[in-house]
């Protein structure tokens, strides 16, 4: 990606000037300084791109490939560091579409797209009164103290992510006369259009930078040997874990969470013992919603925010949760960093590949991976009984 003018000091919730999104030039390349291997975490730069001292390859993610100048161990361990900041991201989502996939055996692909646009409303309340991003004034007039800080506005993407998602399973997916699973994946692929088409004609197709939630300057890291872990990686996988806790307890320990499991279960059997399977299901499809916004905040500042952000994102996000199990919340975020690792692996290491063709790789590691065990490597099997 080209490089544009030296990125100012502020780290500014919206660019005052955007450009188009084109095809070639979706994601950001971090900014990187000193010597030795560098961590390769993005930078939010000027709007609508960001530099890289280096004009290494770029990670699917943004995340340039791991410079040389070190050793090999060093690099072996840099590209784990990249890998993992790119699994976390995976596994974020990958969770959100468990937690639907646990509520009604089924999958939904709009699950990036509400991301997006959950996304973009915490941008509207993070950021002042501009005509440049539409709703700012609006946010501005109904919501005290606007502009909300960067953890604040967080919060209320992720309110508004588990209603939007919520609402569509209350208004589209219920409503269907056979629920089954063409149609469900049928239905939530025009969610999918209909919420992209929304986002793209409100804030139309142009690259705009999300201030991160974590400190991401260029010297936001810690070193170990060559290789450089980045606050933000620390930070994601942290938020990560506090957020799979926090599922754990309540799935484990409240009564929410055994309706949850009675309805993952046997939701016919769950109907007759009095548990609300629609009911259960809708807060299944809200707090995966939640998560999805969660996701889609934390990827925004490394690929910059536009319409289909989370598009290529919920790919690998898919193959991740179809390598843990699509039942199993431990096997989300265990997939989600086996494929963010082996993504980085196998564009550093095989050259066939390339960062750009690290997507076939990917899915070859889940075919390989379901030949072995077809129910992922957590996922429950089925037994039947004749």
Not at 302 to 310: D, H, N
Request: aromatic letters at 6%; one cysteine or more.
């Amino acid at each position: 990606m080209a490089g544009g003018s030296p990125a100012g000091h502020r780290c500014f919730a919206l660019a005052a000037a955007t450009r188009p999104a084109s095809g070639g030039g979706r994601y950001a390349q971090p900014a990187q300084s000193g010597a030795g291997c560098s961590s390769n975490a993005a930078r939010i730069g000027p709007p609508g791109r960001s530099r890289s001292a280096d004009a290494g390859r770029s990670h699917p993610l943004g995340l340039s490939d791991s410079r040389g100048g070190c050793g090999p161990i060093a690099l072996f361990l840099q590209r784990c560091f990249d890998g993992l900041a790119n699994g976390a991201i995976y596994s974020s989502l990958a969770l959100a579409l468990v937690i639907v996939y646990r509520s009604t055996g089924l999958l939904n692909v709009a699950q990036g797209e509400m991301a997006t646009f959950s996304t973009y409303i915490g941008l509207i309340v993070h950021s002042p009164v501009t005509p440049a991003l539409a709703g700012t004034e609006l946010a501005h007039a109904l919501l005290p103290g606007s502009p909300w800080p960067i953890w604040a506005s967080i919060g209320a993407a992720i309110v508004v992510g588990a209603v939007v998602s919520a609402g569509a399973e209350r208004l589209v997916i219920r409503r269907l006369p056979d629920p089954s699973g063409a149609n469900v994946v049928s239905a939530t692929v025009g969610i999918l259009l209909l919420v992209n088409g929304l986002t793209e004609r409100t804030w139309r197709a142009v690259l705009r930078a999300f201030p991160p939630a974590f400190p991401n300057d260029a010297r936001d890291f810690i070193s170990i040997g060559e290789a450089r872990l980045r606050y933000v990686t620390i930070g994601t996988w942290a938020t990560l874990l506090v957020v799979l806790m926090a599922l754990w307890i309540v799935l484990r320990f409240t009564k929410i969470g055994l309706a949850f499991r009675a309805v993952s279960s046997s939701p016919q059997i769950s109907e007759l013992l009095g548990i609300r399977a629609g009911r259960v299901a809708t807060v299944g499809w809200a707090l995966a919603g939640g998560i999805g916004a969660l996701a889609g905040c934390l990827v925004a500042p490394t690929v910059l925010l536009e319409p289909g952000m989370m598009v290529r994102v919920l790919i690998y996000s898919l193959v991740a949760a179809t390598i843990g199990g699509l039942d199993s919340l431990g096997g989300a975020v265990l997939g989600g960093m086996l494929v963010g690792v082996a993504q980085t692996m196998i564009g550093g290491y095989v050259l066939v590949f390339g960062s750009q063709l690290s997507l076939p790789g990917a899915l070859l590691v889940m075919v390989l991976v379901l030949m072995w065990r077809p129910t992922g490597l957590f996922g429950t099997r089925k037994v039947e009984r004749v």
